[in-house]
């Protein structure tokens, strides 16, 4: 593989410092704690690390209100303990990436403070101020039902803020060539401390236009993402740029740059929502759109693909028939959702615990175009607690042992509930007793993510999506280099065949070879495959030729 498109090919595990395991005893998830799960994640297969934010911070949004861009919260340690362990990662081939939490502050950093008590102050225009309150104050909130304005009175600034998201959440004036500096100086620092890059937060708000004159869809100013790009490829030429940004597919190319010099990767949404609407209509139709919409991209830049979140699982792209079907199946009760738009709910429950539709969910997005993207606890079916607000039901601490705690921590007061009751408390769903069972989901995980790593053209090849003439089979076949991989999903209950053309000629297509399972299928006189796939079954075929076909049958 090309070391400098490690990306392309990665399998990216994310996780926060605070609830995956705590050394010290007090509660808290810390780094020490962290480093001594390494080997767990090496031996998961994972090959990079994406942590939540870690920095100082009053921790009113779970750590995305930052107070230092320099620091680490001495509740998860110091920046030696940082250092030790991204240190340890190197050893054991693991990549770090961080958030990079650049549009807004947290209103007691230094430079707010500054900012607010004095009109002098050199930090004044790293925010967005307006005498009057503007007349779309009430419009564009990132939070409906929890937030009621974008634009917040300040006694001792004796102006209003602009905060795109929670009040305490002050926005960067990202237009402000000084702001722009020292995000790069930000950038710079954690890269000498060990990072491969960055998960930008919430790109799209980033490099908007901010102001009070500012009306209607604010204009994006993509240069900025071409400095961060130029920035990175000059301090460290592998370290990359994965942006959080929910948009249209129109806008793709506006992110990733036509000479891609933009962003290295997106997460998908689009493809991420079509998928849940698939798996809850048993349709595939609309997710074969979802992909070839977003398939043109450079060749150096790739898609993270993804399930869940540390968010909610937003719906906000389809439409409102397509979002009731999802709501319907996988968060019917009004607890369930979130901000008018999505479901805060773990993806086992959602799924009701069965392993069949979990499996196939899983096999299905790690064959999707692109590079999958883990969420901890996920390889496990870690459940959720709805009884914690909004989006905190789904951000509980990683179930190690069926202990006191589910061995997160020794202290009787964790940094956040633990669940220890129902079928997803640590005493029924934790790593200890998953890895002793054969057929446990962590041992499939295992097994799939080391199954994705050894096919490389899901990850650099181009996609098709193939005719199946069944709507709940989805048949995707990746072309790179020569060889092809063909991948089939039954997103049905019920059992079904396939008469299927691999879409590549004979005598190339003559033959599948079941990755899963070693079983092969020759094609019959037409080209064509007949295919069994049971409810909710899944088929990863490597796609042989003659030469395959002699090493089996005597000439």
């Known amino acids: 593989m090309i070391t400098d498109l490690w990306y392309k090919n990665a399998v990216i595990y994310c996780l926060s410092v605070a609830t995956f395991m705590d050394a010290d005893g007090d509660g808290i998830g810390d780094f020490a704690g962290l480093e001594r799960r390494l080997d767990y994640l090496q031996g998961l297969g994972v090959t990079a690390v994406w942590l939540m934010p870690f920095q100082p911070s009053p921790k009113r949004d779970g750590g995305y209100d930052i107070a230092d861009h320099y620091g680490v919260d001495p509740d998860y340690g110091s920046l030696g303990d940082f250092v030790a362990f991204t240190h340890a990662a190197k050893q054991r081939g693991l990549r770090v990436l961080i958030d990079l939490v650049v549009n807004h502050t947290s209103d007691q950093h230094r430079w707010f403070q500054s900012a607010r008590s004095d009109p002098d102050s050199p930090y004044r225009d790293w925010y967005v101020w307006s005498k009057e309150k503007p007349a779309n104050a009430d419009e564009g909130m990132v939070f409906p039902g929890v937030q009621t304005t974008t634009w917040t ?149 790739q898609w993270g693909i993804f399930l869940r979140n540390h968010d909610e699982l937003d719906l906000g792209r389809l439409t409102e028939k397509q979002r009731q079907t999802v709501f319907e199946r996988f968060g019917p009760d009004k607890g369930m959702q979130l ?131 069944q709507p709940a089979v989805l048949a995707l076949r990746y072309d790179w280099r020569g060889n092809a991989v063909l991948c089939l999903h039954n997103l049905g209950p019920g059992p079904t065949e396939v008469a299927l053309d691999t879409g590549v000629p004979a005598p190339d297509g003559l033959l599948l070879i079941d990755l899963l399972t070693g079983e092969r299928s020759e094609a019959d006189d037409a080209g064509r495959h007949g295919l069994y796939l049971e409810g909710y079954g899944y088929h990863w075929f490597r796609v042989g030729g003659l030469d395959a076909l002699l090493k089996r049958k005597p000439t």
């Open 153 to 301: 009175w300040d006694e001792a600034a004796g102006a209003y803020y602009f905060h795109r998201f929670f009040d305490f959440q002050p926005d960067l004036n990202t237009a402000n060539p000084a702001v722009l500096a020292e995000i790069l100086k930000i950038m710079g620092f954690w890269i000498e401390l060990g990072v491969s890059g960055f998960r930008m937060d919430a790109v799209p708000f980033v490099i908007a236009e901010k102001g009070a004159d500012v009306t209607g869809a604010p204009r994006e100013q993509f240069d900025m993402l071409r400095d961060f790009r130029e920035f990175l490829q000059w301090r460290k030429g592998d370290a990359i740029i994965l942006a959080e940004a929910n948009i249209l597919p129109r806008q793709d190319l506006d992110y990733f740059g036509d000479d891609a010099d933009r962003a290295h990767m997106m997460f998908n949404f689009q493809v991420n929502q079509a998928t849940f609407y698939a798996l809850a209509a048993h349709d595939a139709r609309p997710l074969v759109k979802a992909i070839e919409r977003t398939k043109p991209r450079p060749l150096s830049c």
């Open 339 to 469: 901000y008018d738009r999505g479901i805060r709910r773990r993806f086992a429950p959602m799924l009701d615990g069965d392993p069949r539709r979990i499996r196939l969910a899983y096999s299905l997005m790690f064959t999707l175009p692109g590079t999958p993207v883990l969420r901890y606890g996920d390889e496990i079916g870690m459940g959720d607690d709805l009884t914690l607000k909004e989006r905190d039901c789904a951000r509980t601490p990683m179930q190690w042992t069926p202990e006191a705690q589910g061995g997160f921590t020794r202290s009787a007061t964790p940094t956040m509930p633990p669940i220890d009751h129902g079928a997803y408390g640590y005493a029924h769903v934790n790593v200890a007793d998953q890895r002793h069972e054969t057929g446990s989901l962590l041992n499939w995980m295992q097994s799939i993510i080391r199954l994705r790593k050894e096919a490389p053209e899901i990850g650099w090849g181009d996609v098709t999506a193939l005719e199946t003439g």
